[in-house]
Nanobody, 125 residues
Framework: QVQLVESGGGLVQDGGSLRLSCAASGRTGSSYAMGWFRQAPGKEREFVSGITWSSGRRYYADSVKGRFTISRDSAKNTVPLQMNSLKPEDTAVYYC??????????????????WGQGTQVTVSS
């Protein structure tokens, strides 16, 4: 079992920045792919960014490419998501997810095994 806890959400103005963090505990290690997803009211959960823990390879949705940066801190077992140039359409609950295995980070939420409880990000115009 893996436990995931997100933090860092909040209210920010259009163009502002936030840094989310996902803390992993339990059966952790390098055999995981980690992902960040988001879900706005009335919309489906969508992929934001992912990282393969072992290789550090990163993936981004087109909508956040160039604005968001995902990373991993092996010493702390955390996966930060730095979000810059935020827009009102980035408003959503952001979830951290983990998929056990050595493959790439999937973009489909159904392929992930573990989820955090989510953290709210609100961008005001």
């Amino acid at each position: 079992q893996v436990q995931l806890v997100e933090s860092g959400g909040g209210l920010v103005q259009d163009g502002g920045s936030l840094r989310l963090s996902c803390a992993a505990s339990g059966r952790t290690g390098s055999s995981y792919a980690m992902g960040w997803f988001r879900q706005a009211p009335g919309k489906e959960r969508e992929f934001v960014s992912g990282i393969t823990w072992s290789s550090g390879r990163r993936y981004y949705a087109d909508s956040v490419k160039g604005r968001f940066t995902i990373s991993r801190d092996s010493a702390k077992n955390t996966v930060p998501l730095q979000m810059n140039s935020l827009k009102p359409e980035d408003t959503a609950v952001y979830y951290c997810a983990a998929k056990y295995g050595l493959g790439d980070a999937p973009t489909r939420w159904e392929e992930y095994d573990y989820w955090g409880q989510g953290t709210q990000v609100t961008v005001s115009s």
